[in-house]
């Protein structure tokens, strides 16, 4: 299997994840909890997952979270711009895991990787909350995002936090490979030896 296959596989297995899980949420919300304001969204969770694993890829799945969150939650048309594009500013998360000292540092500190999660759940809020100001949404209702999605935020750092605790999980995939190859030479060697 070539890497491009088994980027194609991931990516998807991530986005039936992320489609799966969103579409409930928001069901959830819209059927049994309407008067809730509170929001629980796993698309920062997914996304910053992604983004660990393949760098850029990941605004897939950022926008594709968007678009699930509005059609299972009956937006309308310009809300789907809000949380589409708005979602996207959630790839600073690329700058924060440099900033961080790379995908190595977030899985070995559970406190980096809370505070990465954090980041690209907060940079999505901001992109939401900047593209419904562009849409004249008042300055109050742009500041709900963020009000609305506290608990986003604890499920998004506690997701990432337990995903970095499994081998692969947060981490470069094509450093996961080579690293996984190369356990596999050592231990070959290790066998024909004997």
Known sequence: MTVAQYRAIDLTL????????????????RLWFPG????????AAVTAIVMARWGPWAAIHAVLGG????????????????????????????FVIRALGGG???????????AYAVSVLLMMQLGRAAVS???????ADAVGFFASDVLSLL????????????????????????????EFKREKEDFDER
């Open 14 to 29: 991530f986005a039936l994840i992320l489609t799966v899980t969103e579409t409930v949420i928001a069901l959830a919300a």
């Open 36 to 43: 809730e304001i509170y929001t629980v969204s796993a698309v």
């Open 67 to 94: 678009v699930v969150f509005c059609r299972a939650s009956g937006a309308q048309p310009w809300q789907y711009a809000v949380y589409c594009a708005g979602n996207l500013l959630g790839l600073g998360g690329l």
């Open 104 to 114: 190595e540092k977030l899985r070995a500190d559970g406190l980096k990787c809370v």
């Open 133 to 139: 100001l562009a849409f004249g949404v008042s300055l």
């Open 155 to 182: 499920f998004t750092a506690l997701i990432v936090w337990i995903a970095r605790r499994q081998d692969g999980l947060i981490e470069n995939q094509k450093r996961y490979l080579l690293r996984v190859a190369q």
